[in-house]
């Protein structure tokens, strides 16, 4: 089973170029979800989305654009890469049901310079 | 105030020892609580979900207190391989998922 895979996994970019982070999950969930980690801190949500169709923000959504066009698919934007945007970004998903657990891709490590 | 805020630690633990940590959260309204656990930066695994009652699995067990809006997990016979941080993560309305800063915890021999 692949579960959540993210692509790519490893990605440097210079200030102002624009890329795409791409999020696939094979379990049919509704609920996906874009964070951020820097050193030494939890993950911060950045967008997600409740279902096909729809995204909403997180507490770190500025300078970031999401959309979720396949349910499987949950697509995270940079417009224009800034040096703070450097992190690792990890995508997740989840099914229904209160406690449904999360499941998370391996991460993609971003650095801008 | 942070939504959800955790100790950072680390939390320097004897071997076979027990160790407890807490996570607070701001939103009266949240509704599921869970533990993750995240080894070196990869990415988090459900370590377990908190029921109302709390619940124990192994040497884990997990406590809900909504009335003063804190989780708590502790660690019995703690073993190296228990080396890791704990995340505290709060379900709010929407399906929301909001991450604590993550308590780390170093196992000794």
């Known amino acids: 089973n692949a579960g959540v895979t993210q692509t790519p996994k490893f990605r440097v970019l210079k200030t102002g170029q624009s890329m795409t982070l791409l999020c696939a999950q094979d379990?049919?969930?509704?609920?996906m979800y874009w964070y951020r980690q820097d050193p030494g801190m939890g993950l911060r949500l950045i967008h997600y989305?409740?279902?096909?169709?729809?995204?909403a923000k997180g507490e770190v959504p500025d300078g970031y654009n999401v959309s979720r066009l396949k349910k499987q698919n949950f697509l995270l934007g940079l417009e224009s890469a800034a040096p703070s945007q450097t992190s690792v970004y990890f995508c997740?998903?989840?099914?229904?049901?209160?406690?449904?657990?999360?499941?998370f891709g391996q991460g993609t490590r971003l650095t801008v310079v | 105030r942070k939504e959800v805020e955790q100790d950072p630690g680390p939390f320097n633990v004897p071997e076979g020892a027990t160790v407890a940590f807490n996570c607070t959260y701001s939103?009266?309204?949240?509704?599921?609580f869970f533990w993750y656990r995240q080894d070196c930066r990869k990415e988090p695994k459900l370590l377990m979900s908190?029921?109302?009652s709390g619940n124990e699995d192994g040497r884990f067990t997990a406590q809900l207190n909504r009335a003063s809006q804190y989780i708590s997990l502790l660690i019995r016979d703690s073993k190296l391989s228990d080396s890791a941080t704990y995340l505290c993560?709060?379900?709010?309305?929407?399906?929301?998922?909001?991450f604590g800063g993550g308590t780390r915890v170093l196992v000794k021999p």
């Open positions: 997740a998903s989840r099914g229904t049901g209160g406690l449904a657990e999360a499941f």
């Open positions: 379990m049919n969930h509704e609920y």
């Open positions: 989305s409740v279902g096909e169709g729809t995204t």
């Open positions: 939103n009266s309204a949240s509704q599921s």
């Open positions: 908190v029921y109302s």
């Open positions: 993560v709060v379900r709010s309305a929407g399906n929301k998922l909001t």
